[in-house]
């Protein structure tokens, strides 16, 4: 008996090459099987490129093996043309025999119409095989799809006796938490994600660049939270190297004595600060596509987002440190989901089902 498990578990292997890459599109994982065996497979290029199931069948050799083959996918075939044609239609061009789906499209250009394709055209295809987990690794694109706002990510590094920072400093920089190797993960996931977010007293006391460093990918487009524009004009975030977006307090915006920074890549929004910011934040957000955001803001900023129960996933660093007064961590009460150990660090990553 064919263990179709074990074929969508490479799929969400290979799918997260992906991350960071693809969007718009998601980073779908495909492999195409044979007696058995893999002899092909792929995972979305960035956004322009193929798709994966295209990717994983140009990577078959021999395509006259491809109408006795199985095509295993995370997500539904997309059955509509945008910079690439259909992926339904290729798969019906060469035949396939079967095609496995881990979970189905819920954008409603696709949304089953993808696998009716595929029936239509005598193909056996069998759906759910690891939904929750191909959902899950989806779920940056199923948020926005299904909720309209980015997929939001908490991110805090806390001392031992529950601080994020002190509550004075000698110097305008990180005072760290984490050791290296934690922060160089916390690099590797701003590369995954599609934009980071702070405050002002975060930029004010740390003047952080909030770009990629210790890791290999995209700098995220930045943005900082400035109700009253009290960042200064030489911070680091406003240097033009990344698009940033500051949002202010709309009474700021729309009043006459405000001049706009003749930079590149700067870009002002306003909401107010009066009411509900986070989900105006995500408004705003959602205006410019941003389909994922890590917030490693403080922890007034951090608070805001989960008082008003906008976020989806949390990542929580907990150091050797000691600091006995500070700034301390934002209010939260969630179950663990997974807990690792990073040399002396502890992660603890928590969601909001």
Same mark, same amino acid.
């Given at each position: 008996m064919i263990d179709h498990k074990l074929y969508i578990k490479r799929c969400l292997q290979i799918a997260k090459n992906?991350?960071?890459v693809s969007r718009p599109n998601p980073s779908v994982g495909a492999v195409v099987v044979y007696q058995n065996k893999i002899i092909g497979e792929g995972f979305t290029s960035a956004y322009g490129g193929n798709h994966a199931e295209?990717?994983?069948? %140009?990577?078959v050799k021999d395509k006259a093996l491809l109408k006795k083959a199985t095509i295993y996918v995370t997500l539904e075939p997309c059955s509509h043309f945008g910079k690439t044609p259909p992926c339904a239609? =290729?798969?019906? @061009? #060469?035949? =396939?025999? %079967?095609?496995?789906?881990g979970c189905v499209d819920s954008n409603s250009l696709v949304a089953g119409k993808g696998i009716e394709r595929l029936i239509n055209a005598g193909i056996n295809v069998i759906v759910g095989v690891l939904e929750d987990e191909c959902k899950e690794h #989806?779920? /940056? *694109? *199923?948020t926005v799809q299904n909720k309209k706002r980015?997929?939001?990510?908490l991110k805090w590094a806390q001392t031992k006796d529950g601080f994020v920072a002190p509550l004075t400093k000698d110097e305008q920089k990180p005072v760290w938490i984490s050791t290296p190797y934690s922060q160089q993960l916390v690099h590797k996931w701003r590369a995954q994600e599609h934009a980071i977010l702070v405050g002002t007293n975060t930029v004010i006391a740390d003047n952080p660049k909030l770009n990629v460093r210790s890791w290999t990918g995209h700098n995220p487009v930045r943005i900082v939270l400035d109700g009253t524009l009290r960042i200064p004009e030489d911070s680091n975030i406003l240097d033009g190297s990344v698009k940033t977006i500051v949002i202010c307090d709309k009474k700021i915006l729309n009043s006459k004595e405000f001049q706009p920074l003749e930079i590149i890549n700067i870009i002002f929004e306003a909401i107010d600060f009066q009411n509900n910011i986070a989900k105006q934040v995500c408004n705003v957000l959602q205006k410019h596509q941003i389909q994922s955001v890590i917030?490693? $803001?403080?922890s007034q900023t951090l608070q805001t987002f989960i008082d008003e129960d906008l976020?989806?996933?949390? /990542?929580?660093?907990?150091?050797?440190?000691?600091? @006995?007064? $500070?700034?301390k961590v934002p209010v939260f009460k969630k179950v663990v989901k997974e807990e690792i150990n990073i040399k002396t660090d502890v992660l603890k990553i928590y969601t909001n089902d």
């Amino acid at each position: 008996m064919i263990d179709h498990k074990l074929y969508i578990k490479r799929c969400l292997q290979i799918a997260k090459n992906g991350i960071g890459v693809s969007r718009p599109n998601p980073s779908v994982g495909a492999v195409v099987v044979y007696q058995n065996k893999i002899i092909g497979e792929g995972f979305t290029s960035a956004y322009g490129g193929n798709h994966a199931e295209v990717n994983a069948i %140009n990577a078959v050799k021999d395509k006259a093996l491809l109408k006795k083959a199985t095509i295993y996918v995370t997500l539904e075939p997309c059955s509509h043309f945008g910079k690439t044609p259909p992926c339904a239609d =290729l798969i019906v @061009k #060469h035949q =396939l025999k %079967n095609v496995v789906v881990g979970c189905v499209d819920s954008n409603s250009l696709v949304a089953g119409k993808g696998i009716e394709r595929l029936i239509n055209a005598g193909i056996n295809v069998i759906v759910g095989v690891l939904e929750d987990e191909c959902k899950e690794h #989806h779920n /940056r *694109f *199923f948020t926005v799809q299904n909720k309209k706002r980015p997929y939001i990510i908490l991110k805090w590094a806390q001392t031992k006796d529950g601080f994020v920072a002190p509550l004075t400093k000698d110097e305008q920089k990180p005072v760290w938490i984490s050791t290296p190797y934690s922060q160089q993960l916390v690099h590797k996931w701003r590369a995954q994600e599609h934009a980071i977010l702070v405050g002002t007293n975060t930029v004010i006391a740390d003047n952080p660049k909030l770009n990629v460093r210790s890791w290999t990918g995209h700098n995220p487009v930045r943005i900082v939270l400035d109700g009253t524009l009290r960042i200064p004009e030489d911070s680091n975030i406003l240097d033009g190297s990344v698009k940033t977006i500051v949002i202010c307090d709309k009474k700021i915006l729309n009043s006459k004595e405000f001049q706009p920074l003749e930079i590149i890549n700067i870009i002002f929004e306003a909401i107010d600060f009066q009411n509900n910011i986070a989900k105006q934040v995500c408004n705003v957000l959602q205006k410019h596509q941003i389909q994922s955001v890590i917030i490693e $803001g403080g922890s007034q900023t951090l608070q805001t987002f989960i008082d008003e129960d906008l976020w989806d996933e949390a /990542r929580v660093f907990t150091g050797e440190t000691t600091f @006995k007064v $500070g700034v301390k961590v934002p209010v939260f009460k969630k179950v663990v989901k997974e807990e690792i150990n990073i040399k002396t660090d502890v992660l603890k990553i928590y969601t909001n089902d």
